[in-house]
């Protein structure tokens, strides 16, 4: 076995083991303090399921091809790294088709106040559905005011954050009782309904009357984002993001090694240097680090001490598909534009009794016969993703991100089972559209259709995804249970935890880095 030879170091201050966003935040942060810091990455490149990719052959289109909005990345952190990086908000929030009396029609949020409460009237006979839609979201972001900020400070008790919300009935909705209650108590509309509740779902296997409440964790998050809740674009597709944190932690010293999958951590529990072995395309080797941050998921720290997991097994319960259009689709809804309809988000087969379906028969272990899914058109709000010849043909991306389709569904057959849930999720789209999704795909160079499905047993095995579950667990409160400081830390003081499982992770963030770094330099 080889040495460290070839880095700067034999021991580092800081070993980064993975090269996603939050360990590359957790590098420039470090790096700019002053520490020595090496980031060891298993592929040829860094930015985890952050990163644009040209998926369709000989196509000059660059999509975010895992993760693709943003909304928990704390302003702070792109401020204090000196990143080059910005997102667009939306003009539209979401659009949300239904048929009701035999008439197409829908729900559009966005485009002004007067607008959005016109819309609620014209699918609900009243302004009841809108008032009370103004002052539930009224209180999410009171909540989120407050506790946003607390998302980069050392973690508060429940507490003293239930003291920081000083809501008591907000408290109660959001942290002790089932979403759904207060989501049924609230809204009469079953279209309303099912479109709050949605927040309560991404990429969590959930009903809205579960009493472990994964969806009220999964709801907040959603919610509280930059203290708004809103969802943006990033600009250049979400590898814009890793790309400038990679070069801001080069910038201030750090080293990045791809191409470097590591094996194992081998550590005394106590200050001494931790080593790191890893394995190349051409042997294996060994550096130290007097902390080792890892930026995996939290059974995967566990294999890499040669320990037993301490939590079960993740599963993740998304589809995720990329496409590229030669032009929008017509609505059977004229009364919208596809451009505002696409630009936000477009849910499908998300009302409420659909969701509720929907996971009923997944629970079962049937792959659900009426999908809900949720599209989003990120050209629309930044064309820049597209070649100039694509932008000026009218090209459009489409991401598409499906609910209730938990990994067991898949262990059997996963090529039959994803072809069967993307046909049925795209029929779905179909019901809502004057023309077939189909008739608009764009063609690769080699004559095939623009469109890619990616199910969580793909997730897992692309990005070693725990299950396929894009917050490598369920999410967690965002406060302390007892354990340290700030939500990273192990049961080995020089072993810190810097991925989406810490506490406080999931999403694209940055915020387990941010606070993997702050635990290291003793803030």
Not at 27 to 54: F, I, M, P, Q
Request: with cysteine.
């Amino acid at each position: 076995m080889t040495t460290s030879r070839g880095f700067g170091h034999d021991v580092y201050d800081a070993v980064i083991v993975g090269g996603g966003h939050n360990g590359l935040v957790a590098a420039a942060y470090l790096a700019r303090a002053g520490r020595s810091v090496l980031v060891l990455e298993r592929l040829g490149h860094t930015g985890g399921a952050a990163v644009s990719t040209r998926p369709f052959a000989g196509v000059d289109a660059r999509l975010s091809r895992y993760s693709y909005l943003v909304s928990l990345l704390p302003a702070k952190i792109v401020r204090e790294l000196g990143l080059s990086f910005e997102v667009r908000r939306r003009t539209v929030s979401s659009y949300t088709p239904v048929e009701r009396a035999g008439r197409p029609g829908g729900l559009l949020v966005g485009g002004g106040e007067a607008r959005t409460r016109e819309s609620f009237a014209r699918l609900t006979g009243s302004d009841r559905e809108y008032e009370s839609w103004r002052a539930f979201y009224g209180t999410t972001g009171r909540v989120a005011e407050r506790v946003f900020p607390t998302l980069t400070e050392p973690l508060p008790t429940r507490a003293e954050l239930r003291a920081r919300v000083d809501d008591e009935a907000a408290w109660r909705m959001l942290f002790e009782e089932p979403i759904g209650q207060a989501v049924e108590r609230e809204f009469a509309d079953d279209l309303v309904r099912g479109v709050v509740l949605t927040d309560a779902l991404i990429g969590t296997f959930a009903d809205a009357h579960d009493p472990g409440l994964a969806q009220n964790r999964c709801f907040l998050y959603h919610v509280i984002g930059g203290g708004t809740g809103d969802w943006d674009v990033p600009v250049g597709g979400m590898g814009a993001l890793t790309d400038a944190l990679a070069a801001s932690a080069r910038a201030a010293g750090a080293e990045i090694a791809t191409g470097h999958e590591v094996l194992r951590i081998d550590t005394d529990g106590s200050t001494a240097p931790a080593e790191v072995a890893f394995r190349t395309a051409t042997g294996e080797g060994r550096v130290a680090g007097r902390v080792v941050l890892v930026n995996a998921s939290p059974r995967a720290l566990a294999e890499l001490l040669g320990e037993e997991p301490a939590s079960p097994a993740a599963e993740g319960a998304q589809l995720k598909v990329n496409m590229l259009l030669r032009r929008l689709p017509r609505l059977r809804d004229a009364s919208v534009d596809p451009r505002e309809a696409f630009g936000g988000t477009f849910h499908i087969a998300e009302g409420y009794e659909q969701l509720a379906r929907a996971y009923a028969q997944a629970a079962t272990g049937e792959l659900p016969s009426v999908p809900p899914s949720e599209i989003y058109c990120h050209s629309l709000t930044d064309p820049t993703i597209l070649g100039p010849e694509l932008a000026e043909q009218g090209y459009q991306t489409l991401t598409l991100f499906g609910l209730h389709t938990p990994a067991r569904l898949f262990g059997h057959d996963n090529q039959g089972a994803r072809e069967v849930l993307l046909t049925a999720t795209l029929a779905q789209l179909d019901a809502h559209l004057a023309e077939p999704l189909t008739d608009c795909l764009a063609f690769d160079a080699d004559g095939r259709p623009c469109i890619e499905a990616k199910t969580p047993l793909d997730l897992e095995r692309e990005l070693r995804l725990p299950g396929g579950h894009i917050f490598h667990r369920d999410l967690s409160w965002p406060y302390s249970d007892g354990g340290g400081r700030w939500g990273v830390e192990t049961a080995h003081r020089n072993v810190l935890l810097c991925g989406a499982g810490a506490v406080r992770g999931g999403g694209v963030s940055g915020v387990p880095g941010h606070n993997a770094a702050m635990a290291v330099l003793g803030h």
